[in-house]
């Protein structure tokens, strides 16, 4: 058979994905499985195969080089599929690409934005001259952009903003994926998995009209339904952000 020139079978364009990290603390694999399991025990479909990276940058200092066999083992039995690790040490990402996880780039990480410094205009006069100092004028921050969806997502869907943030008219159902690089508004129930500050924003929020999510997560720090929300968030008007290392969830005054 042959095949014409204009139609070729395949072609090579460049993409990018986002990728949960999955920090390593620990390279101990067994200790790893354990405190998975603990951890998931009570949400066995949680990450339905997702693809994460293993960011190993927390052992880097160490010597300590984790049996990836065993991990990728561990992570399978809860539907978590590493496909490259990122962070650690040669001799790590050696192992790793061994275990057949090439290396990934490391994530642009925002850091807290500066506040805006106020500098006071000063007048001096030196003999009989006034001066004037010059007074620094930021920039104007870039417009970013807003994606709008108006429409119910179902379990399966996800919807990500990429560089901005992300508004939701519409209920996120349980199994749904909302990401975005900025923050989240669901002004309906959140029950799926919402992910703002998905490239290290560390200042993006999560805000819904009946907070019922069954992930959340701020700057690669989140929080599952193995943690229970308080009575006065759960249903309610709440958001999250991120306070340091800790997410916080709190009422969302809505008058």
């Known amino acids: 058979m042959s095949v014409s020139p204009a139609s070729p079978l395949f072609d090579l364009k460049s993409t990018a994905?986002?990728?949960?990290?999955?920090?390593?603390?620990?390279?101990?694999?067994?200790?790893?499985?354990?405190?998975?399991?603990?951890?998931?025990a009570d949400s066995p479909g949680l990450f339905d195969d997702e693809p994460l990276v293993l960011d190993l940058s927390p052992l880097r200092d160490g010597e300590a080089v984790p049996d990836f066999a065993a991990l990728l083992a561990h992570l399978a039995r809860h539907r978590m599929h590493a496909v490259a690790a990122q962070g650690g040490s040669e001799a790590q990402m050696a192992a790793a690409r061994e275990a057949g996880l090439p290396p990934a780039t490391e994530p642009e990480r925002h850091e807290p934005r500066p506040e805006p410094e106020v500098r006071e205009v000063v007048r001096e006069v030196v003999r009989e001259v006034e001066v004037i100092?010059?007074?620094?004028?930021?920039?104007?921050?870039?417009?970013?952009?807003?994606l709008i969806v108006d429409k119910p997502l179902r379990s399966g869907q996800r919807v990500y903003a990429r560089g901005g943030d992300l508004v939701v008219l519409s209920v996120v159902s349980f199994g749904a994926e909302v990401i975005a690089d900025g923050s989240i508004h669901v002004y309906a129930p959140l029950r799926g998995r919402a992910i703002a500050g998905a490239r290290g924003d560390v200042n993006a929020r999560i805000f819904s009209t009946c907070m019922e999510p069954q992930l959340v997560s701020v700057a690669g720090m989140y929080r599952t339904t193995e943690t229970p929300l308080a009575d006065?968030?759960?249903?309610?008007?709440?958001?999250?952000?991120?306070?340091?290392?800790?997410?916080?969830?709190?009422?969302?005054?809505?008058?």
Request: glycine share 4%.
């Open 17 to 40: 994905w986002w990728l949960t990290a999955l920090r390593l603390h620990v390279a101990d694999a067994a200790a790893l499985g354990a405190a998975l399991d603990e951890r998931f």
């Open 133 to 146: 100092r010059e007074v620094e004028v930021p920039a104007a921050a870039a417009a970013a952009t807003t």
């Open 232 to 255: 006065d968030i759960v249903g309610k008007p709440a958001q999250v952000r991120l306070e340091g290392e800790r997410l916080v969830v709190e009422p969302l005054a809505v008058n």
